[in-house]
């Protein structure tokens, strides 16, 4: 489905950039094969299919874009296949330069998390329709503690208000451009997603929180893999 007139071009961005060293493989974990196709591939169909993105453009670790354009060439969403940064902020940066100023509702969702339901992409693009940045996230069932630097036990934050950030994160473009222009200007700017750069750099923006999905996990260790084929084995039985 294309975008109406009124309607920004709603476009899903793959961040395929990082290398998995925590997997403890020869490749990025991005390119694993898991029940007949790479991770990257799974990913990637879950923004593809969707009827509501009208465009994909990959982001991906240097030295293995052949391997990614060559996957990408059987999806004809995809407009672009490019080389990440050596962090996730250099990798969102290298999307929206490539957008440009098009006005547009952009969704970032990680490569390692290759479970993507649709509902999770329908309620992402829904919330932009309300909020200019959206972010996925499912409540903690386990009780967090924060550590001091020594090991030992500083607050136990209340469960309750807590959540576990997933992707996609979505955004109106312009909106995310004006957040990490405003973050150049620190010079002790560290980000590890693109909400908590909206929420830190423009505090009167909103970020609206939509339920994410306990399947939505994101490969980091090797149990990541062994669960992640067995929940696609479960799908497919049914």
Not at 59 to 66: N, Q, S, T
Not at 96 to 112: N, P, R
Not at 136 to 160: I, K, Y
């Amino acid at each position: 489905m294309d975008a109406s007139p009124t309607t920004p071009r709603r476009v899903g961005v793959l961040l395929a950039g990082g290398v998995g060293a925590r997997v403890g493989l020869d490749r990025p974990k991005q390119l694993v094969e898991l029940h007949g196709r790479t991770i990257l591939e799974h990913s990637l169909r879950g923004l593809h299919d969707h009827d509501l993105i009208d465009e994909v453009v990959v982001v991906m670790a240097p030295g293995h874009l052949d391997v990614a354009r060559s996957v990408a060439a059987a999806y004809d969403k995809v407009t672009a296949v490019l080389p990440g940064g050596s962090t996730r902020t250099q990798s969102t940066l290298a999307a929206l330069a490539h957008l440009g100023e098009a006005d547009c509702h952009v969704l970032f969702h990680d490569a390692a998390r290759p479970l993507l339901p649709r509902r999770v992409v329908t309620d992402c693009l829904t919330a932009l329709g309300t909020y200019a940045a959206v972010a996925t996230a499912v409540p903690s069932t386990d009780t967090l503690l924060e550590v001091g630097p020594e090991r030992t036990l500083r607050s136990v934050p209340p469960r309750d208000s807590l959540q576990r950030a997933q992707t996609p994160q979505g955004f109106h473009a312009e909106v995310l451009r004006r957040a990490y222009e405003v973050a150049a200007g620190d010079p002790g700017f560290v980000a590890t997603d693109d909400c908590s750069v909206v929420h830190r750099y423009l505090p009167d923006v909103p970020v609206a929180v939509v339920a994410g999905d306990e399947r939505t996990l994101k490969v980091t260790t090797k149990l990541d893999l062994v669960l992640v084929e067995a929940l696609m084995r479960l799908d497919e039985e049914g």
